[in-house]
């Protein structure tokens, strides 16, 4: 069954082939050895471990499930990185929607993959702090827009300022007019999916949409503003952070430069990304 749903599902576990993550967030299953689940999910008045099926995707049977006719909500987005990086929130009144009473399993517009929906500054900490001093970040993820913000999305680490951008950087009026103008020109549509890598190293912050080779966020910046740090998933802040559908973060701390074409193509089959 799980040769039969990887084919008809193209959906081959990413860190099989590209291991060493730091962290690694998803609704799919993303390395056949890891045995846990993929979120912990608040219907209001319980919680449940809600895993994947058979073709290594969210059990949304299980998720409908247990929330039945009540909203449903992300208390805790489990690391399959196998570092112990579980993304919590214990207040439910910030905890990212999965289900909708009424509508079902909440869902990205374009392709119907399963998304986290944070619309009015609920976010995700993550449980293990991360080495950010050889400033070595290269992310990806997978997301939409259903309003627009400063930046698509705000994930990151946390640095000494307070403030988050989509590398690990501290972010500076430079990098967030930089963000906002690489959004503005690049023309990001509501409510489409789009795979976004950025990576930071001692010099400089680069994000690229859909394997373009023309970075959307091109900046240089010697801030040696580091420190070890919680990575957070979104933003602790309604006013950047109105309106994102995420299905997927991951996160290395080496230079994955050489395998960036791998990991984009394989996240781009499974859901349906044109790069």
Excluded at 3 to 26: E, H, K, R
Excluded at 137 to 147: E, R
Excluded at 193 to 202: E, G, I, M, V
């Amino acid at each position: 069954e799980s040769n039969i749903g990887d084919y008809f599902t193209q959906n081959t576990p990413l860190l099989d082939t590209y291991s060493g993550a730091a962290a690694a967030y998803s609704l799919r299953l993303l390395d056949s050895s890891y045995v846990g689940s993929a979120v912990e999910v608040y219907n209001g008045s319980s919680y449940a471990d809600i895993g994947f099926n058979v073709f290594g995707e969210l059990d949304t049977v299980a998720l409908a499930a247990h929330c039945g006719s009540n909203d449903g909500f992300v208390s805790k987005w489990y690391c399959q990185s196998g570092n112990s990086n579980d993304a919590v929130q214990t207040n439910t009144g910030l905890m990212p929607k999965i289900y909708d009473g009424t509508t079902g399993v909440v869902t990205q517009n374009d392709n119907s993959k399963p998304a986290l929906l944070s619309d009015t500054g609920d976010f995700l900490q993550a449980t293990g702090a991360i080495t950010v001093s050889n400033r070595t970040n290269y992310q990806w993820s997978v997301y939409s827009l259903t309003a627009y913000n400063y930046y698509p999305p705000v994930i990151g680490l946390q640095l000494s300022d307070g403030h988050f951008d989509t590398s690990g950087r501290p972010l500076t009026a430079t990098l967030r007019s930089a963000i906002s103008s690489g959004i503005a020109t690049n023309s990001i549509s509501l409510n489409t999916t789009y795979l976004k890598h950025s990576y930071a190293d001692t010099v400089n912050i680069r994000s690229y949409l859909d394997g373009n080779a023309s970075p959307i966020i091109n900046v240089s910046d010697t801030n040696s503003n580091w420190a070890s740090s919680n990575l957070e998933i979104f933003a602790s802040s309604a006013t950047i952070q109105a309106g994102i559908k995420l299905s997927e973060f991951i996160l290395w701390q080496s230079n994955e430069s050489d395998n960036r074409t791998g990991i984009e193509t394989n996240i781009a089959t499974f859901y349906d990304i044109t790069i």
